[in-house]
């Protein structure tokens, strides 16, 4: 059975983002075997009328990030997107598998180990964190990194 990637990004905010940027990503990850929930096409059944849809979206998302095996999360900007890094701490506290992608070249961070805040690398291994980290679309599905290697094992 295929494991399950929660696609934590900002990407849905925007049309142009959502149609140029999202693809390739999810491309990458539906060909290494994953199955992508990415949470702005998953919360398309939510009534954005309804004045509590926002209490909605955050619920759905929340149970996605919880029954899903791991995550992926675009972490650009400086900082990233505040829902991103609430669904990575959501993820991390769970104990969940957890890979990174980031191709802003930016440092936002106080440590010269890690290019963000060491905070979001909790989730990952002290030694060999790198492998989790994603910096290209293209690493996506490099056999070395550890994304390639937990959906095969």
């Given amino acids: 059975m295929p494991k399950t990637l929660y696609l934590a990004n900002p990407y849905g905010f925007s049309e142009q983002q959502r149609q140029l940027l999202l693809p390739p990503i999810v491309q990458q990850l539906e060909t290494l075997g994953a199955t992508v ?14 004045p509590d ?3 909605q979206v955050a619920q759905a998302d929340v149970r996605d990030v919880q029954d899903s095996d791991g995550l992926f999360a675009i972490v650009n900007g400086t900082p990233p997107d505040e829902g991103v890094m609430v669904e990575l701490g959501i993820a991390i506290a769970l ?39 994603y910096t290209t679309v293209a690493e996506i599905s490099s056999p070395q990194k550890a994304l390639y290697q937990w959906l095969n094992a």
Wanted: hydrophobic share 40%; charged share 20%; with cysteine.
């Fill in 37 to 50: 929930w990415e949470p702005f096409s998953r919360n398309n059944q939510v009534d954005f009328s309804a």
């Fill in 95 to 133: 104990q969940k598998a957890i890979f990174l992608f980031r191709d802003d070249f930016r440092r936002c961070t106080d440590s010269a180990n890690y290019p963000l805040n060491l905070m979001l690398f909790a989730g990952l291994p002290q030694t060999g964190w790198e492998g989790y980290f």
């Fill in 53 to 55: 849809w926002a209490y």
